[in-house]
């Protein structure tokens, strides 16, 4: 029996009530750029970029929301390229100037680099105690071509260095601070995010590699289990003192790093966290959430393993003439 042309219309609108329905779904509301809304009513803002700023930016989200719960934000993770659609942007690297010139941003706060090895390893037990001056650091993590072989100095321990696979924010900003790329980078490279990294060093009981500040702490400020950070000749007199051996503890390198001049501060790449937004295209409420962030967000930073940034480099005034336009 044939069906009538009303059945099938009946059938092909089913259809697209079940396809949409399946979409929100999954996705847990309809979004794009411009913060369109969920099946609650909510706008719904989405943020990406960096994963490991994910957790302080959803500590502020959480506070946001107790005071504004008419917006969603939701942070979608970045896989080997952001998402599709966003509306804000979470990077630790400074952009090139021709994204710079598009884009309205809050600078939030610093992340330090500081070596590291598994805790159970011997290089940890040498390296942990004397400490690496840039030579090592060089050495140990770079291919260098134009290195002479007759002044490498001697590595006292085994070691197995770990890296990231992808390009990444950290792996970028290590490796230009010593004067190299990313592709430069010696050893085994781990896809995914940096913590599928800390899970392939910390079964390596000879694993090396190199964390920003906020992977390597645990909110307590002692270093993750199993992970032992390694000093660093900070003033750049090509040894490590007791006064340089702060490292193990997150309250200390805030009390060392925060208190000095960046210029004082040698073989630690500092480095900043900013959020961004398109001057053209932000919805109104990515501005306000942003302009909470620029206002409020940095009583959140150390509890998250970030330093407070440099003042000199924060234009938070910048950025509120910014909201002041584009805000609701």
Excluded: C
């Excluded at 943020?47 to 942070?75: C, H, M, N």
């Excluded at 900013?274 to 959140?300: I, M, R, T």
């Amino acid at each position: 029996m044939r069906k009538s042309t009303e059945s099938i219309g009946i059938m092909k609108n089913w259809k697209k009530i079940v396809i949409v329905s399946l979409a929100l779904v999954i996705s847990g509301g309809v979004y794009a750029q411009g913060g369109k809304t969920n099946p609650q009513g909510q706008k719904v803002i989405v943020v990406t970029g960096a994963r490991f700023s994910y957790k302080l930016i959803e500590k502020w989200i959480d506070e946001y929301t107790k005071l504004d719960p008419s917006v969603q934000i939701v942070v979608e993770a970045r896989g080997s390229n952001d998402p599709a659609k966003y509306d804000i942007l979470a990077e630790v690297y400074e952009h090139p100037a021709d994204i710079k010139e598009k884009r309205a941003y809050v600078t939030v706060g610093r992340y330090a680099v500081f070596p590291v090895a598994t805790s159970n390893s011997s290089f940890a037990r040498i390296y942990g105690e004397e400490g690496l001056t840039k030579q090592h650091i060089v050495q140990i993590f770079f291919h260098d071509i134009f290195a002479d072989q007759e002044k490498q100095k001697e590595i006292k321990a085994p070691y197995t260095v770990y890296t990231r696979l992808q390009k990444a924010g950290v792996p970028v900003i290590f490796s230009k601070y010593y004067g190299f790329e990313q592709k430069d980078i010696k050893g085994i490279g781990i896809a995914g995010a940096d913590t599928h990294l800390l899970k392939a060093l910390l079964r390596d009981s000879t694993g090396v590699t190199y964390f920003p500040t906020p992977v390597i702490f645990q909110q307590n400020g002692t270093p993750v289990d199993g992970l032992t950070v390694i000093p660093v000749d900070i003033n750049g007199n090509g040894k490590v003192s007791d006064d340089e051996k702060f490292v193990s503890q997150f309250n200390k390198v805030i009390e060392k790093i925060e208190s000095a001049d960046p210029g004082q501060v040698k073989n630690v790449q500092i480095d900043y966290l900013h959020l961004s937004v398109d001057k053209e295209n932000a919805s109104p409420e990515a501005v306000d959430f942003l302009k909470w962030v620029n206002e409020n967000g940095q009583k959140y930073l150390h509890e998250f393993g970030f330093l407070l940034p440099d003042p000199k480099r924060v234009e938070k005034e910048k950025f509120t003439e910014f909201a002041s336009k584009k805000g609701r």
